[in-house]
């Protein structure tokens, strides 16, 4: 079935840097772009940024934008989200999620969350 | 940014009940609205997209309506399944933006 399936939960330091995998299985994952959206504890939904998994165009939110760096692996379906000099306000789940354009751009298929958490 | 207000924030019900959670977009967005729900601890499902439109597998008991700057999703007869937090999300220009969450309680 079509799905994302994203890394396990990180505990990082105030400073560091986390990257997380989203590995795509039952669709073509060229032909749709992914996104990334985290929420923090008890917190809404913030967008953090686009990456087409076709050509690698990214577009950041532009709070993160010099944090935070997206990127795919076509041959193992996979796209990544790496953020730089956390800091404690960065605590929060980030979830994957499929754009589908045919669709109004709707995120049709997300991945389970990966829980960060930026503690000294 | 497009501001995403809905309302109410909360809402309390009974299985049976039928409900509604209006969106107001801070400028026109034509129909690029969809809707979500999340559990807790889960990530969130779509159910409509395209301000009107059922996502496949999801049940006909929720619709939505509405274009330009007001939308709605209802839910014409809640089942114990239905309790959950529902977002709107705009999808009609960058940076995409979300309502701040409508928690649905049980009454």
């Known amino acids: 079935q079509v799905q994302l399936v994203q890394s396990g939960a990180e505990v990082k330091k105030p400073g560091a840097s986390v990257k997380v995998s989203c590995k795509a299985s039952?669709?073509?994952?060229?032909?749709?772009?992914i996104s990334w959206v985290r929420q923090a504890p008890g917190q809404g939904l913030e967008w953090m940024g686009w990456?087409?998994?076709?050509?690698?165009?990214?577009n950041y939110a532009q709070k993160l934008q010099g944090r935070v760096t997206m990127s795919t692996d076509t041959s193992t379906s996979t796209a990544y989200m790496e953020l730089r000099s956390l800091r404690s306000g960065d605590t929060a789940v980030y979830s994957c999620?499929?754009?589908?354009?045919?669709?109004?751009?709707?995120?049709?298929?997300w991945g389970q969350g990966t829980l960060v958490t930026v503690s000294s | 940014d497009i501001q995403m207000t809905q309302s109410p924030s909360s809402l309390s019900a009974s299985v049976g009940d039928r409900v509604t959670i209006t969106c107001r977009a801070s400028?026109?967005?034509?129909?690029?609205l969809n809707w979500y729900q999340q559990k807790p601890g889960k990530a969130p499902k779509l159910l409509i997209y395209?301000?009107?439109s059922l996502q496949s597998g999801v049940p006909s008991r929720f619709s939505g309506s509405g274009s330009g700057t007001d939308f709605t999703l209802t839910i014409s007869s809640l089942q114990p399944e239905d309790f959950a937090t529902y977002y709107c999300h705009q999808s009609y220009s960058t940076p995409p933006t979300f309502g701040q969450g409508t928690k649905l309680e049980i009454k």
């Open positions: 395209a301000a009107s």
């Open positions: 999620a499929r754009l589908n354009s045919g669709n109004r751009d709707a995120f049709d298929i």
């Open positions: 400028q026109i967005i034509s129909n690029y």
């Open positions: 039952g669709y073509t994952f060229t032909s749709y772009g």
């Open positions: 990456i087409s998994a076709y050509n690698g165009n990214t």
